[in-house]
Structures are given as C-alpha cells and as structure tokens.
C-alpha cells in the first residue's frame, strides 16, 4: 500500500506545496475514451455503477491513459437514490429520469433512507481500486441535496428548476424536509465511501448557480453545511456551474476545496473569498479550463493552461480541473496533453 501524505491532490487541498500541480478532470472517466464505449457497451449506466469489477476498471482507465493526479470514482449522483429504492433511471443522452417526481408531503414522506449495506457494491468497488491505486489518491462524491432535488422535483434535468424553485418558495417547510431527507442519503453515501478509504470528495451540486446568492442562504446553505459536516476526516471540495455569486457562501458550507467553473477567474475567486472571510485561511481552489478549450487546438490550449495556473496562484494550493465535465466529444489525446501542460514546470 503506498503513502498517500506526499500526493499532490492532497498536500495541495491542504494548502501545501506540492511537488507538482495536481491535476485530474471532471468526468475523466466516460464517454470520451473508446475503452470506456467499448466495455460499457450492452450494459446499462445503473447496472455499470453497482458492479464493483466495472467500477475499478472504468475508475482505472483515465488515471492509465493522461496520468492524472486523482482517479474519481465511477458512479452518479443518483446512484444513492436508487439503491436507496427511488424509482429512475439514466436515459442516454438525457441523463436521469425519475418514474415519480416529487409534489406533495406524501412523496417527501416516502422517500426512502440510505441503509450503508445498500451501498456495499460501491464499497466494495472501492476496496478494489485502492489495491490497484498506487498512489494515485482516490476521490468519492455525491450529489448535494439541491441538485439532487431538482430531478426528483422536476423529473429530469431542468433549464429553469422551476417547479423546484416553487416548491422552495411555495412550501418553505416541505422544502427544508426534502432537503433534510437528501442531506441524510448524501451523507450516508460519502460516509461509505470515506469508510471504504476514499482519501477525498467531492459535493457536486452542479445546478446551485440557478439560484440567487439569498435564496442558497436560506434554502440550500443549512442542508449541504449538514452534508459536509458528516465527512471531516478527508479534504472536501465543493462544486457548482456558474456559482461565481456563491462561492464564499459554498466555502461556509464547509468546504476545503471551492470549485470553480470557467466564468469566474481564478484569481478573482480568490479575491471574493477573501473579502468575504478576511480572517479564514487564504482559500484552496479547483477549477477551471472551459472544457471546450480541448476543442481548440494545442496552441490555445497552452495559452489557457498557462493563464489558469498562473492565476491560481493567488490561492493557498490549486487542484487543477475544467471548469465542468468533460465533453463526450472530446479527442481523449488533447486531455492527455493538457495533463502534460499543466505539470510541466515554470
Ligand atoms: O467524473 C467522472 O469521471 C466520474 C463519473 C461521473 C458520472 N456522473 C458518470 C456519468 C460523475 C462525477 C457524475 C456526476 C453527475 N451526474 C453530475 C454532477 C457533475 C456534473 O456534470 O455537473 C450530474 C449533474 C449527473 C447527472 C447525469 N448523469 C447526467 C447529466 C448524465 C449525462 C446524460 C447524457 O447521456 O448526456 C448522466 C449520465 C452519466 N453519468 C454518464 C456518465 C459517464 C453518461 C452515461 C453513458 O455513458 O451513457
């Protein structure tokens, strides 16, 4: 088993200096590598996510292939609602579909609890990439409450929440059961997956930036903070698309690491959370090429690579990502690139 104290991603998530820029990307692992189309090819996503051998191997592929820093766990944000007894599915190029969305009392009240042994083929796919990880920190997530609500409300994925943002205005105390509920499952699933040895996670509440800073405070804030409260004993980092607004909010919620999509600068970044905490410890980011930039060609994506980690210095330690996912178009050979640009030195 190898020492993980001098890995990058987690001396950087400290605040240290690591030995060279960590680097690993959002959705590393999927449909833009031909050994993940060819092997998931005839399984359905759900079925992949709770077979641990699939699991390993799907988790294995990017780390082998760009020589990232950080392998993050195969699964969804919805795996936890469905083991949990949630009726929904992940529809190719649609992303999840729930049978029955939530409208009333009787559905909060039904939504079922996590149980830890529902999630045993997640640990166990996690005991089985720490053998194989040799030094390659592994990171677990989960989705936070207010992503997770938004499709159990709307059904699906959403452009405007709106029936998500009606319940919340309309039913404040049936909204704050809700998200209660989901910040339990949430819990329950990272707490598995820090038990099993992940040595990081990431909270993706990927559809946060839909909200206005005031209404994150009072509907979203409380509930993700009881999240992150739950998983202390490894670095967490806290992400969302278009959180410019939120961020020194999402830090309050108890992140150690404030993702950041390509919006926002780096270095501005660090300078709102600054100004909102100006007696906290200068703060750790994560973040943040456009993922289009990986259609862009090499001399551009140099250009971008350069900025990026130029402006994160400003930071305490910076966890290089994109600023979301990776596309499922992308030339896998231009992640493996931009890997290189961001290690190589000066
Ligand atoms: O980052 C990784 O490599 C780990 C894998 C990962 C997946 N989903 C695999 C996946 C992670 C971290 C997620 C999280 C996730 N899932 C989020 C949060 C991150 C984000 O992108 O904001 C969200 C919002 C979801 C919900 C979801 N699941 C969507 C939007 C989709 C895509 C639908 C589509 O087909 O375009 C999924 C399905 C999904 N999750 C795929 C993968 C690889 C595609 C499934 C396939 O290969 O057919």
């Known amino acids: 088993m190898s020492d993980y104290t001098d890995a990058p991603l987690l001396v950087a ?17 999927g449909r833009s590598l031909p050994e993940y189309r060819k092997l998931r090819a005839g399984t359905a996503m759900l079925d992949a996510c709770l077979d641990p ?26 795996v936890p609602l469905k083991i949990a007894g949630v009726d929904l599915d992940i529809v190719p190029g649609t992303g999840p579909v729930i049978a029955k969305p939530i409208a009333d009392r009787r559905d909060v009240e039904a939504l079922p609890a996590l149980l830890p042994g529902q999630a045993q083929p997640v640990a166990d796919a996690i005991g089985l990439l720490l053998k194989e990880l040799d030094g390659v920190p592994l990171i677990g997530f989960a989705g936070a409450p207010f992503t997770l609500a938004s499709y159990l409300v709307e059904g699906g994925p959403s452009k405007n929440h709106e029936r998500t943002k009606a319940l919340m205005h309309g039913d404040p105390e049936l909204w704050h059961a809700l998200l209660d509920r989901l910040a339990d499952i949430t819990g329950a699933f990272l707490r598995v997956q820090v038990d099993a040895g992940v040595q990081a996670v990431q909270l993706f509440d990927s559809w946060a930036g839909a909200l206005s800073e005031r209404d994150y405070r009072e509907f979203v804030l409380p509930h993700s903070t009881k999240v992150l409260r739950s998983v202390t004993t490894v670095p967490r980092i806290h992400f969302g698309v278009g959180t410019g607004e939120l ?30 905490a100006p007696d906290l410890p200068l703060p750790v980011v994560q973040g943040n090429l456009d993922p289009a930039l990986l259609f862009a060609g090499l001399p551009a994506l140099e250009r971008e690579v350069e900025r990026i980690k130029h402006e994160g210095r400003a930071a305490a330690g910076h966890i290089f990502n ?9 030339d896998p050979d231009m992640i493996t690139k931009a890997v290189e640009l961001v290690h ?3």
């Open 13 to 29: 998530a400290r605040g240290g200096t690591p030995s060279r820029t960590p680097v690993w990307f959002m959705r590393q692992a």
């Open 53 to 78: 051998d699939m699991v390993r191997e799907i988790t294995m592929q990017p780390v082998r292939r760009h020589d990232v820093d950080g392998a993050i766990l195969f699964s969804d944000i919805v």
């Open 247 to 276: 961020l020194p909010a999402m830090r309050e919620a108890g992140a150690d690491v404030v993702g950041v999509d390509w919006r926002t600068p780096l270095d501005v970044a660090v300078r709102r959370l600054r100004a909102a």
């Open 322 to 330: 994109l600023g979301h996912g990776v596309l499922p178009d992308t």
């Open 344 to 346: 190589r030195a000066g």
